[in-house]
């Protein structure tokens, strides 16, 4: 089969953002939340009318989720499309709104007494997987909300606050250019996304460095309008927090991905008992590069030795890399990709324009999914294609449910991707033809643990302690670059020998309205990932459907309860935890032993 490396969006509305049918399901929306905010009004304390205003909701919130999955992939194929800014304003119009006359419901339902609260939920009315669990989190939401106005207040601020900070970050990404000069002496300009791919996965160290040098000169030169978007965009958090009475900016993000504080500590204090190998194996590569230390542009730098080549996919050869191996483990996760990839929901080709990084995105009307990236025939662009793969299938398994029973939490929505890239690790592991290719793909599959254990731990060190800073003062573009590299010596162990100020400024995950700390949620997707992937390998053939089972629960019950009911593993331990640290450490202490007679 040859593949499209070009998505199909003109399935979803055709047009692009001039779609006529785009404006309808717009104007459609107006009509579906004034219908809600009738109903909300009218609403006593009767099943049948709440199941109405349920069904009203989950209509209202797959049509934004249609709008947005739509209007954001047209603007992150072409950051220069104006008229996608303007739409997705409009439809943040329209969501604060929607939150305004969700306010009067969750003011009702808090109101109600336990036992009639209880008498509504045993209607069988509420039968469907996960619902009473659900509606039992809004209510415990609702405990905190202010008044009806004071709330509608908030959400119509956020539209020229929290929301447009977060846009204003993509707008200022959009101008930035990497100025590169090509060996044969082209001059050439780089969008964000291209020069990230070569600085960190170019094979040519001179090119990473070059690269590293521009990219750290380019983001410090707009750092302090950087610093003004980051500071505004968490300071409304803070505050936003601090009027509903929460004053540990870890609250929110521990209650969205539905788990507790001694999950956290348990996950991060172990990973902190185990620093030393992952220390040893990035100083065993600097080696190999003919360097003392790691510097930061060479993490991801593939490791090659003797005559060996690194072996390119073509995007056809990797989809097809892809179905084969995930048939080993579900013919259901198999079938599902090669329909991503028939069906053209994969936006892939190398070209300028295009945003950094890859995402995959919902569309619930349509019950499919797109994903985004920028693919450049490498195995980590392989695994990551994977990655996102097993988003959209996890999202597939789930299209029948209510809405808000698909509502899973980032860091379970991580155990599926990164379940679906260790079976592309271990595929071409396991295919290696020679000891070189054997290191070459070991590093590869250790690459996803430095990421996990080192430079996602810096991130959460950094947003942790900037966020106490912010909570007393602004912090100037410098003051938060000392916070970024004091955050990565202390995650890194003193690994590297040069560091990345200028990271916070680089990474979007800092300036995501809508999911606070994007950090922390990676490393514990991975690791439980790794629990279930050797849960896997012990069950064989009759995996696939407890994997679907589980997947299908993610969004019904707590992290803890989840794994609990399907691993038989209690979170708060650090049993679980260096359980999943164990399995890569091996693949360490081989990496190491591999390559000891590579040594110069």
């Not at 309008?225 to 509903?244: E, M, S, V, Y």
């Not at 995959?360 to 025939?377: D, N």
């Not at 302690?465 to 990565?488: C, F, G, P, T, V």
Request: hydrophobic share 40%; aromatic share 12%.
């Amino acid at each position: 089969m040859t593949y499209s490396l070009i998505w199909d969006l003109d399935s979803i509305f055709t047009g692009g953002t001039e779609s006529a049918e785009l404006k309808k399901r717009c104007d459609l929306l107006d009509q579906q939340i004034n219908r809600l905010k009738t109903n909300v009004a009218a609403w006593g304390n009767t099943a049948g009318h709440l199941k109405t205003i349920l069904d009203n909701q989950e209509e209202i919130q797959n049509g934004i989720s249609q709008i947005i999955s739509f209007v954001t992939a047209i603007q992150s194929a072409d950051t220069t499309n104006k008229k996608a800014g303007a739409l997705l304003a409009d439809v943040y119009k329209k969501i604060t709104e929607f939150d305004n006359i969700n306010v009067v419901l969750l003011k009702k339902i808090t109101g109600l007494t336990t036992e009639d609260w209880e008498t509504l939920l045993a209607s069988p009315l509420f039968d469907a997987q996960g619902v009473r669990f659900n509606l039992n989190e809004l209510r415990k939401q609702g405990e905190r909300l202010l008044s009806e106005s004071e709330e509608a207040i908030i959400n119509q601020l956020s539209i020229d606050g929290f929301n447009a900070w977060s846009e204003h970050y993509d707008t200022i990404v959009a101008q930035i250019k990497i100025p590169f000069t090509e060996k044969d002496g082209t001059k050439v300009e780089l969008s964000a996304g291209q020069a990230f791919n070569r600085m960190m996965g170019d094979a040519d160290s001179d090119v990473r460095a070059i690269l590293f040098e521009a990219w750290e000169k380019t983001w410090a030169s707009q750092a302090p309008i950087f610093a003004d978007t980051l500071n505004h965009l968490d300071g409304f958090r803070i505050n936003n927090n601090k009027l509903h009475g929460i004053t540990n900016h870890l609250t929110i993000p521990l209650e969205y991905n539905r788990m507790q504080q001694e999950t956290l500590d348990a996950m991060w204090g172990t990973i902190a008992d185990n620093k030393q190998p992952f220390v040893d194996f990035l100083v065993r590569k600097a080696n190999l590069f003919g360097k003392e230390k790691m510097e930061w542009q060479d993490q991801d730098a593939p490791v090659i030795l003797g005559d060996f080549e690194e072996k390119r996919y073509t995007f056809n050869e990797a989809a097809q890399f892809i179905i084969t191996n995930f048939a080993q483990f579900s013919p259901k996760m198999s079938s599902f990709a090669q329909m991503a990839f028939e069906k053209s929901w994969i936006e892939a080709e190398d070209r300028p324009g295009k945003r950094p990084g890859g995402y995959c995105t919902g569309l619930p009307e349509s019950k499919e999914s797109r994903i985004f990236m920028t693919y450049g025939e490498s195995i980590n662009e392989v695994a990551t294609l994977a990655h996102e793969l097993g988003h959209a299938f996890h999202s597939h398994v789930m299209w029948d449910l209510p809405a808000m029973s698909q509502d899973y939490a980032m860091n379970v929505a991580e155990t599926a991707s990164t379940f679906a890239e260790l079976i592309v690790a271990d595929a071409t592991l396991k295919q290696a033809n020679s000891i070189e290719e054997k290191i070459n793909l070991l590093d590869i599959k250790i690459q996803n643990a430095i990421a996990m254990f080192m430079n996602i731990h810096a991130r959460f060190i950094f947003e942790n302690n900037y966020h106490e800073q912010r909570k007393e003062h602004l912090l100037n573009d410098e003051e938060i670059s000392e916070l970024m590299i004091a955050a990565q010596k202390e995650s890194y162990s003193g690994a590297l020998s040069t560091v990345h100020p200028h990271f916070w400024a680089s990474k979007l995950h800092f300036y995501i309205d809508s999911v606070p700390f994007y950090n922390f949620p990676y490393t514990f997707g991975y690791l439980f990932s790794l629990g279930i992937y050797a849960f896997a390998q012990k069950q064989g053939t009759n995996f696939e459907d407890d994997y679907i089972a589980l997947l299908r629960d993610t969004a019904s019950m707590t992290t803890e309860d989840l794994a609990k009911k399907h691993l038989d593993v209690d979170l708060t331990q650090a049993d679980f935890w260096q359980a999943g640290i164990d399995i890569i450490k091996k693949d360490v202490a081989e990496f190491i032993e591999l390559t000891e007679s590579y040594l110069v």
